[in-house]
């Protein structure tokens, strides 16, 4: 059974840094493409980042490109989100996920759909 578990979020003044990991358990990842997710309060879901497989193709939402980073290590199973330069509204729970097609490069579209969510981790950005 696949399982995505998440650490490194918590509190931090705007501009700093943080960086989010993402264990995968359960499997072998390393031909699955990964990305994460954010929920802010009173907002929908969002695409924050996604990763190929080897993880030489990277996308991400217009809202984070250029601070935001995603890198994965296929050895460890665990996929990463480096964070900078953070503003309060990056404020959310940021979620991993993968999709469970082989070789996808569906983290382009805008509506991608993935089948295995972490359960989250806690992003606070004060002002």
């Known amino acids: 059974q696949v399982q995505l578990v998440e650490s490194g979020g918590g509190l931090v003044q705007a501009g700093g840094s943080l960086r989010l990991s993402c264990a995968a358990s359960?499997?072998?990842?390393?031909?699955?493409?990964m990305g994460w997710f954010r929920q802010a309060p009173g907002r929908e879901r969002e695409f924050v980042a996604g990763?190929?497989?080897?993880?030489?193709?990277?996308y991400y939402s217009d809202s984070v490109k250029g601070r935001f980073t995603c890198s994965r290590d296929n050895a460890k199973n665990t996929v990463y989100l480096q964070m900078n330069s953070l503003k309060p509204e990056d404020t959310a729970v940021y979620y991993c996920?993968?999709?469970?097609?082989?070789?996808?490069?569906?983290?382009?579209?805008?509506?991608?759909?993935?089948?295995?969510w972490g359960q989250g981790t806690q992003v606070t950005v004060s002002s």
């Open positions: 996920v993968l999709d469970p097609a082989e070789y996808s490069l569906n983290f382009y579209d805008s509506n991608w759909k993935v089948d295995y």
């Open positions: 359960g499997g072998t990842f390393s031909s699955y493409a």
């Open positions: 990763i190929s497989w080897s993880g030489g193709s990277t």
